[in-house]
């Protein structure tokens, strides 16, 4: 009957339709691969280990949406971790919040970007990527779960055995495809179509306005926040606090010389990713500015360069922020690739 219908087809709207719907598969499959923007560093990400493929990058889409990873049913990593703001959690949590409403003792950072970065977390205590849900899942104020539990919650569910099965061609899920898929997903969350990026290809101009930005954040803030992430990736102490409450880096190295160090956070859509620093302290950019010219503090493990603070001028500091506000990229907080359907 499939062939009776299509002889009725004229022949050119045959060929039409069977060179279109293989010129539409095919780039609905583009978008699951993964690629690297020639301007960024190389990925750090080992993708020989777990490539992405469509199947993964669906799987673990839904995993990241899933509140069943949660022992309560109630927390999925996207409660804290929300596209419209860049994969940060919602400008209401300055500290996540996790099962029961608990409160975190940290600001949930954006997810952009995650393939090219050397360490996670404010302090760098986890040092892949493939590793950082262990934690979430695990971890008292976020999803407060075992992972033998969650293992056996998805093994009891026939639509993930299915979606594992398809993925991985697995007949038991076990953590490593749990944490492969999530890692696809997550290293798909590239954001280089901001105006910088565009002008960094020689596609689009700055204002004289964001130029001026730019030349300002490349004098005062580009030996910590360095390259075109923002981020040389090591840790500092910015001065926040006299008498910090987090310990920052200390907590993994056990080094006194690392106290209340975080690391450099890469300011890639900062606009939206508000509010700002570990513990979410400052609501605005400008109060951030305001930080840096008047309110740094002198501790022992305070950085070098940040002793007289950086004197910034009314006029300096909106330049600097028209700068931020260019790294931010809405094709990627509206990419509908990750909608949640
Ligand atoms: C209750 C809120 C919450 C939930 C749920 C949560 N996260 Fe997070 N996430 C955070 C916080 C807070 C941090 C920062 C932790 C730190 O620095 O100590 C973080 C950090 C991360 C990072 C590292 C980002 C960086 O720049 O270093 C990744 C990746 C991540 N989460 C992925 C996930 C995944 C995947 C899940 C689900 C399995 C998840 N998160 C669930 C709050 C949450
Ligand atoms: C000495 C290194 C250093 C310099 C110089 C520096 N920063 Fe930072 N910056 C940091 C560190 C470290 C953090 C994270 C601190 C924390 O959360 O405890 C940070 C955090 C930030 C944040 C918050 C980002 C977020 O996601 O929460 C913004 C915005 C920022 N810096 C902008 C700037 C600007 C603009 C300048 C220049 C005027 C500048 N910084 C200069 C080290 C530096």
């Known amino acids: 009957m499939y062939i009776s219908k299509l002889k009725q ?18 780039k609905v499959d583009e978008i699951y691969v993964f690629r690297q923007p020639e301007h960024f560093p190389k990925a750090t990400y080992t993708l020989d280990n777990n490539p992405v493929t469509k199947k993964g990058f669906l799987l673990g889409k839904k995993l990241f949406n899933d509140p069943m990873l949660s022992r309560d049913g109630s927390v999925a990593c ?20 996790g099962v ?37 899942i695990e971890s008292a104020f976020e999803m ?26 697995i007949d038991e899920i076990t953590t490593p495809y749990l944490l492969h898929a999530l890692s696809q997903f997550m290293v798909m969350m590239i954001s280089d179509n901001s105006k910088y990026d565009d002008y960094l290809r020689s596609e689009e101009a700055l204002s004289s306005d964001e130029l001026a930005g730019m030349e300002l954040f490349t004098a005062k803030c580009e030996s ?8 040389d990736f090591s840790y500092r102490n910015n001065g926040l606090d006299i008498y910090p409450l987090d310990s920052g880096r ?26 700002y620093m570990h513990d979410g302290r400052f609501k605005t950019l400008d109060e951030v500015l305001e930080h840096y010219n008047s309110g740094i503090q002198t501790v022992k493990t305070l950085d070098p360069s940040l002793e007289n603070g950086i004197v910034l001028t009314t006029d300096e500091r909106a330049k600097i922020i028209f700068f931020l506000k260019t790294l931010t990229d809405r094709e990627f907080t509206s990419d509908p690739k990750f909608f949640n359907n």
């Open 144 to 169: 407060d779960e075992s992972i033998e539990n969650v293992m056996v919650k998805l093994n009891r569910s026939e639509t993930y055995q299915t979606l594992f099965k398809n993925a991985f061609d």
């Open 9 to 26: 087809l004229p022949i050119w709207g045959l060929l039409l339709f069977v060179f279109g719907c293989q010129e539409t598969d095919v």
């Open 224 to 231: 910590c926040h360095a390259g075109v992430l923002q981020s």
């Open 100 to 136: 029961d409403d608990r409160k975190g003792i940290r600001n949930a950072p954006s997810l952009a970007n995650m393939a090219f970065i050397p360490e996670f977390f404010w302090d760098g205590g986890v040092t892949h990527l493939d590793f950082v849900p262990l934690n979430a």
């Open 250 to 275: 200390t907590r993994i190295t056990e080094n006194a010389n690392d106290w209340a160090k975080f690391r450099v956070p890469s300011l890639r859509n900062v606009e939206l990713t508000a509010p």
């Open 78 to 97: 996207s409660n804290c971790h929300q596209q419209g703001t860049a994969f940060a959690d919602s400008q209401q949590h300055p500290l996540s919040r």
